[in-house]
């Protein structure tokens, strides 16, 4: 896991792709490191709180003010990347930005994803926009493959979409079996569908899920039940993303509660009685 | 530009408001950079209650525009577990930040709540046994077991409570005012006359929101929660404004208070730039807070001080 620098910094937007509805936000960086399971190495799973430095605030209700957290969702030599889909102001206005425009950057935070041991196969299940966090688990597992220290075992991605205007999100992982709430693309019904066949296939995988809080609910379900160990990366709504608000809280199993931005945003399933919704707030 | 507060020599006037920096996890998350660059004077920790508390159920904030409100409800390790496991951290956190600056250690303020007076008077004899504990902060936003009126918001009971902790303690002793009262330099006063040596003004404005009601478009409670039968949307069902929004609220009160006691005042609410700090400071602050700025840019005290 890597530290982050104190203080947020500016960085410069280097490009926008689209994805269906969905953006990818490039930004040029050059002091986060890059992506492994060493310490000091940038985690697949850690965020990064972005704001946009001109017309922060004034669109709807006024707002944004608070900085938005988003998982970093490719790390490459010279660009971190980010995956926005539109969904309020603060979004909004990111999602508006464009190349040489200026972002505040606060990152690397939180605790990511924990490679497989002895070579199990990972299965990466995705939600929305909550696919952003497993593209950069499916680069380093990649890359940790034959290089001594990382682990080497396949990983197999499966991504749920809500229709076809969100399912071109799914370009952003390699290989990627779909599923779609309306069957316009893919498998028609839920990620976690494929997800159980995929279990019954080979019941020593490990999971690693980010999305919506229904599907992480049905990862974590299914999961306890066939007694197969899951990684869930979770989304609150943060003022800070640093532990200082105590915000950005999740129910822990056996009562209290976590901070999703200091003891996440990846949580072991095994952590949590259920997921809950309430962590959202506006985006 | 250091500054005396209640025989404290600060490097700067830029402290923390309670409960919006946890130093403990900023050590984490930015390591031993948040020492050479820390970013506050002295360091006001979260309240601490007699036992402990795990805070409001989520969500425990909503974003308005230019500011939030919070509904966080105190969560903290309890008296026991501050002094036994936050204090020590807290204190190597400011040896190394006064290290970092060629200094003594950051002073180290441990703010405290009770529902009566004996309660914050066991808080209080406790904080004076820690040698690491320069001053100590009350947070007296807190209903009354027996009357069920914040302490801190009529002037007799505010008077009556401190005089009684007073008696705990030979070190500071802050009152950290509640902006939701008729008369807040009447409390000030009274704090004042009770033997305070310090006062803090504003905490957070008592607000609330209600949950979005489009269906499907925007996050909304639909969990047949205690906050959505009443369209609430915070967990605790109301909470505390906070931020840009009520700075002008901040500079009224602070003024009015400065205007009526003698003792120092801490002043806060809505600082974003040197700019803010200096208007408090203008019309009486001896110390400025920052809080939800901190929230935006954790190095924000830094940026502030440094601009003064």
């Not at chain 1, 000091?40 to 004034?58: D, I, N, S, T, Y």
């Not at chain 1, 608000?245 to 976590?258: A, D, E, M, Q």
């Amino acid at each position: 896991m890597s530290e982050a620098p104190f203080g947020r910094r500016l960085a410069t937007v280097t490009g926008v792709d689209e994805l269906g509805v969905y953006r990818v936000l490039r930004v040029a960086e050059q002091v986060m490191p890059q992506s492994g399971w060493q310490a000091g190495e940038l985690q697949p799973g850690q965020f990064a709180m972005l704001a946009a430095v001109e017309r922060w605030g004034g669109g709807e209700g006024e707002r944004p003010y608070l900085p938005r957290a988003f998982s970093i969702a490719r790390r490459t030599d010279r660009e971190a990347h980010f995956l926005l889909e539109d969904v309020g102001p603060g979004t909004q206005r990111l999602c508006e930005l464009r190349a040489g425009d200026q972002l505040w950057l606060l990152a690397p935070l939180g605790r990511g994803f924990i490679p497989p041991r002895d070579g199990r196969r990972a299965l990466l299940v995705g939600g929305g926009v909550g696919i952003a966090p497993l593209a950069i688990l499916q680069d380093t597992l990649a890359a940790g493959v034959g290089q001594g220290h990382g682990p080497a075992s396949e990983a197999t991605v499966l991504l749920g979409f809500r229709d076809s205007s969100r399912a071109p999100g799914a370009a952003l992982l390699e290989g990627a079996q779909v599923a779609t709430d309306d069957g316009s693309v893919g498998y028609h019904g839920l990620v976690t569908e494929l997800l159980a066949a995929e279990i019954d296939r080979d019941p020593h995988a490990v999971v690693y899920a980010c999305g919506p809080a229904g599907m992480l609910e049905g990862v974590r379900a299914l999961c306890e039940r066939t007694g197969t160990p899951a990684q869930l990366a979770l989304e609150a709504g943060m003022a800070c993303g640093y532990g200082a608000c105590f915000g950005c809280v999740v129910p822990k199993r056996g009562g209290g509660y976590l901070r999703v931005c200091v003891d996440g945003p990846v949580i072991d399933a095994a952590e949590l009685e259920h997921v809950d919704s309430h962590a959202g707030a506006p985006a | 530009m250091t500054v005396e507060f209640c025989g404290l020599t600060l490097a700067h006037p830029i402290i923390n408001g309670s409960g919006t920096f946890d130093a403990i996890a900023a050590r984490r998350v930015f390591g031993d950079a948040l020492l050479a660059d820390f970013p506050f004077s002295a360091y006001v920790s979260k309240t601490i209650t007699l036992e402990p508390r795990v805070g409001n159920p989520a969500p425990r904030l909503w974003e308005t525009a230019a500011g939030l409100i919070n509904s966080i409800g105190l969560p903290n390790k309890g008296l026991r577990g501050y002094l036994a496991e936050d204090l020590p951290q807290l204190a190597e956190i400011a040896a190394g930040a006064g290290d970092a600056q060629g200094g003594d250690p950051v002073p180290l303020i441990t703010n405290v709540m009770g529902a009566s007076a004996e309660e914050l008077s066991t808080l209080v004899g406790a904080c004076e046994e820690r040698a690491e504990i320069a001053a100590i902060e009350l947070n007296v936003s807190c209903p009354n077991v027996k009357t069920g009126l914040d302490i801190g918001a009529d002037p007799v009971q505010l008077e009556q409570v401190v005089s009684t902790v007073r008696n705990q303690t030979g070190k500071p002793l802050i009152v950290k005012l509640t902006p939701n009262t008729a008369d807040v330099a009447a409390c000030a006063l009274a704090a004042e006359h009770g033997g305070a040596d310090a006062v803090s003004l504003i905490n957070t404005l008592r607000a609330t929101a209600l949950a979005p009601r489009r269906p499907g478009q925007r996050a909304g409670r639909s969990d047949g929660g205690p906050g959505e039968s009443s369209g609430l949307w915070l967990g605790g069902g109301s909470g505390g404004q906070s931020g840009p929004a009520i700075r002008t609220v901040a500079l009224a009160q602070v003024s009015a208070v400065v205007a009526r006691v003698v003792i120092p005042v801490i002043g806060m609410g809505g600082v974003q730039s040197s700019a803010h700090a200096r208007d408090l400071i203008d019309v009486g602050a001896r110390l400025v807070a920052v809080g939800t700025e901190s929230f935006r840019d954790p190095a924000a005290g830094s940026r502030i001080a440094l601009g003064l």
